[in-house]
């Protein structure tokens, strides 16, 4: 509708012409907010879940503190999700010179045949261990003590966990002390055979010579 006589002087809005939440979502603009806006030396808490931004999602953090025969993670964590994932971990042994190992699930199915393949060397010093039709993968060369600080840490990273072109692999580090408290640096390999390549891995278990006593365990995927 016109205006019947004079029209009124257009005047400026001002913030508080503007109540709060008149102005919906809809009507943002989606390229409204922009680097000019934010405090990019600031720091966002976000509630849900970020995805697309790429990096490495915390998937598991877990703390072992009683004694146990072994430590599975299950395909809650491990599946088609990602296809790489990197472990820290950290574990004591109730027994001396333990030795740590590894055996991957297939279909929710622990595998205990001869498919694994592995190779471990001692950063310090020219020994390896290795084999191409074990019943488990081996992370460390030397043994690892059990009296107290003596432990094993390390890292692995994860890597073909869905493909069935190449056989799963892992490659990582770990540093243990042995039963008489010496530090020792380990470059650790593995792989299952190339006749298994079949095998999709949906979770992995660790375990010792004895059991393990304590440790933590974190699990990260990393995204596509």
Known sequence: MGFIGKQPTSVPLTSSDITDGIISTAKIADDAVGNTKLDLSANYAFT????????????????????????AISSTYINSTYDEYLIFFNFTFAVDTSNLKMRVY????????SIYAYEVGNTGASNYVNSDNSDDFRLNENTIGNAT???????????????????FIYSGFCNLFNGSGTHEGQAVTGS?????????????????????????????????
């Open 106 to 113: 297939v279909a929710d199915s622990l595998k205990t045949a």
């Open 192 to 224: 299952l055979k190339v006749s298994d390549i079949a095998n999709v891995v949906n979770g992995i278990r660790f375990n010792g010579s004895g059991n393990i006593n304590g440790g933590t365990v974190k699990l990260y995927g990393i995204s596509k």
């Open 48 to 71: 849900g879940t970020v995805t697309g931004a790429g990096g490495m999602n915390l998937l598991l953090n877990a703390t072992i503190s009683s004694s146990i025969a072994g430590y």
């Open 149 to 167: 600080g003596e432990s094993v840490q390390g890292m692995l990273h994860l890597q073909n966990v869905n493909t069935t072109s190449f056989p």
